[in-house]
């Protein structure tokens, strides 16, 4: 958490405990079946797998398969814990907006070094359009999953056309799951969004850094900071910072929520006129956070 | 199995078996066993009844089943594909007429087994091909749904969009699915790479039971040594059987249970060690469903969506509750 500066900055919590538990039990026990998945394939005997140290196992199509249906217990309730949770709690931050696949576009362009980059709410646009096709793939892949795991205990004469879509959307989906996937890893390696990794493992991002780039979520949130005393809570319910944080200067906070001022600083240097500004900010964001000073 | 004690028929079992077979309709004297019930269909292998078809060049069940069979395996390319990395092709093209062991071109065939029990010595003749298990992991985790358990009790393979990757015989028991390579859809994806041919086996002539017929080499049998008809009719007709020459079953709890019960006059174990085994000759052992071991962990997926539920609703009261304390503590504060 330390600034590249060597002296400690002010943090900005972008993702509660919950939130980065659910996202590492998605991602980890995702990986195991990714791994398990491709080992459901006669191809670790075939391609000397079965002879790297500690591989023997991948051979063995039962152990494979007791280690995936092992990793989709974890994968499976952790996503539905996901939905419920955050559904019940009207967290939509995540969900796609009107105007995400332009605003991608032109985010992308930015990365090419053509154009600026639109400032962004909490998550970027096309982090809100991948969220959507991942949930579409995540879900694919767990009703198929299920249907194909039914049918192993309990009907293998299930209909032949159902199992026929069941294991070919299981197929499908996974090849579209380990595409999303190094799709996601590419997006962490653009250099304007490494900033955004540490909060994946510690749930904060640099305030500077929100400041810069993320001022449309710092406009909707600062005056539920002083206003709401509830603010922070939901989807980030971590709300101490670390111990080894040490307090600076609180960031200015206007009481003014429905006006950019806040962000006129920023605007100023990149000459973002406050109508796009207002446009943006009417739209409905996941405003959970928790600024530690 | 085998094992009198194990599969000792008591007299109870007996009387009860006996009364279920004669409530099953056209068993045994009829010689079209199958109804019109379009349940499961097993089949009885009475090995006291097999002659192996002495006088015949190929015994009748082999031919049958050869004359319907043969023309499914299409001529593969010349030369087969180089398989990448191992080089390891399978081809019995230039061995079509082999008929004394499994092959892609031979689904049926007669192991011959010299055994002495109780002081008699048998000649036993014993027609040999995929036992169409209940629960079939070769269908189950098939990763292309290319071999499929069916409604009729047949354990099909569906030679379009097999691609050869032997993942069924690795996972039989008895390893009964052969391959040929150069055939199939591997060919048009990438044939170096991924898949090596089509695995071919027996699938109890799953069209003609459809129509209510008997498998071909069932109605090809002259001593009636075989037989076909709805699964509870057949296990009970076993028994019986079993009951009445104090014999063996084996494929009632083989890998938990399959649609081909042996009837024999003397123990598997002596069976099992008197016949040769290798590729293509399937041994009689004892059979442990292997994919048992993974049934627990399957049904914990199968709650797993509950537990995900019943996690999250759980968690959002506690959410909602900390909030609530939380402002009633920051109201009460001066």
């Given at each position: 958490m330390s600034p590249k500066t060597g002296k400690k900055q002010d943090l900005i919590r972008r993702h509660g405990l919950v939130e980065v538990a659910e996202h590492w039990a998605v991602a980890l026990s995702g990986l195991a079946l990714v791994i398990t998945g491709i080992f459901e394939l006669p191809i670790a005997g075939r391609y000397y797998i079965t002879d790297l140290p500690g591989m023997k196992w991948s051979g063995d199509f039962i152990v494979s398969l007791q280690i995936h249906y092992a990793a989709s217990v974890i994968f499976i309730a952790a996503s539905l814990f996901h939905v419920v949770y955050h559904g019940l709690q009207g967290h939509t931050g995540l969900l796609p907006k009107k105007g995400d696949l332009k605003a991608s576009v032109k985010v992308l362009k930015s990365f090419l070094g053509r154009g600026e980059e639109p400032l962004f709410h909490k998550y970027l646009p096309e982090q809100r359009l991948a969220y959507a096709g991942m949930a579409v793939i995540i879900a694919g892949l767990i009703i198929s999953g299920l249907i194909k795991t039914f049918k192993n205990v309990y009907a293998p004469d299930m209909s032949y056309t159902l199992v026929i879509w069941a294991t070919w959307a299981h197929n499908v989906f996974f090849v579209l799951f380990v595409l999303a996937f190094i799709a996601h890893m590419a997006a962490i390696v653009i250099k304007p969004n490494r900033p955004l990794v540490r909060s994946i493992f510690t749930g904060y991002i640099s305030l500077d850094y929100a400041k810069a780039r993320h001022p449309l979520w710092l406009e909707e949130i600062m005056p539920r900071a002083q206003t709401d005393p509830l603010q922070g809570e939901g989807e980030t319910p971590m709300q101490e910072a670390p111990a080894e944080e040490v307090p600076v200067e609180e960031m200015p906070v206007q009481e003014d929520s429905g006006t950019c001022t806040a962000l006129r600083g920023v605007r100023d240097a990149r000459e973002v006129p406050d109508a796009e500004c207002e446009a943006e900010g009417d739209d409905q964001e996941d405003t959970s956070s928790d600024r530690k000073v | 199995m085998g094992d009198g004690k194990k599969r000792g028929i008591t007299r109870r079992t007996l009387l009860k078996t006996t009364l279920t077979a004669a409530v099953s309709a056209g068993l045994g004297s009829s010689g079209h066993a199958r109804t019109d019930s379009g349940g499961a269909v097993a089949t009885l292998i009475d090995i006291s009844r097999?002659?192996?078809?002495?006088?015949?060049?190929?015994?009748a069940c082999i031919q049958a089943c050869r004359e319907k069979n043969l023309q499914r395996v299409p001529e593969p390319v010349d030369p087969l594909p180089k398989v990448f990395p191992r080089g390891k092709t399978e081809d019995f093209s230039d061995r079509k007429h082999l008929t004394g062991r499994l092959t892609p071109y031979n689904y049926l065939f007669i192991h011959k087994a010299e055994v002495e029990h109780n002081g008699k010595r048998w000649s036993l003749n014993i027609p040999r091909r995929c036992m169409h298990c209940d629960n079939p992991a070769c269908a189950t985790i098939c990763p292309f749904a290319a071999n499929h358990k069916h409604k009729t009790g047949a354990v099909v393979?569906?030679?379009?969009?097999?691609?050869?990757?032997?993942k069924c015989r690795t996972v039989c028991p008895w390893s009964i699915p052969q391959r040929q390579s150069g055939v199939g859809i591997y060919l048009q994806i990438a044939p170096t790479l991924a898949g090596n041919g089509v695995m071919f086996k027996c699938d109890l002539c799953h069209d003609r039971l459809l129509e209510g017929k008997n498998p071909v080499c069932v109605d090809a049998c002259p001593t009636k040594a075989m037989l076909s008809g709805p699964r509870d009719g057949i296990h009970a007709e076993a028994l019986k059987r079993a009951g009445q020459i104090g014999g063996y079953l084996y494929g009632s709890e083989e890998n938990g249970g399959t649609a081909t019960l042996y009837v024999s006059p003397v123990p598997f174990e002596k069976i099992d060690a008197a016949i040769e085994k290798g590729p293509g000759r399937p041994h009689m052992a004892p059979v442990e469903r292997r994919m048992a071991k993974t049934d627990s962990l399957a049904n914990s997926v199968l709650l797993s969506p509950a537990i995900g539920l019943t996690a999250g609703v759980l968690a959002v009261a506690f959410a909602l509750k900390g909030r609530k304390n939380s402002g009633s503590e920051k109201e009460q504060k001066p």
């Open positions: - | 097999c002659d192996g078809c002495p006088g015949r060049e190929t015994p393979i569906d030679s379009e969009i097999c691609f050869g990757g032997a």
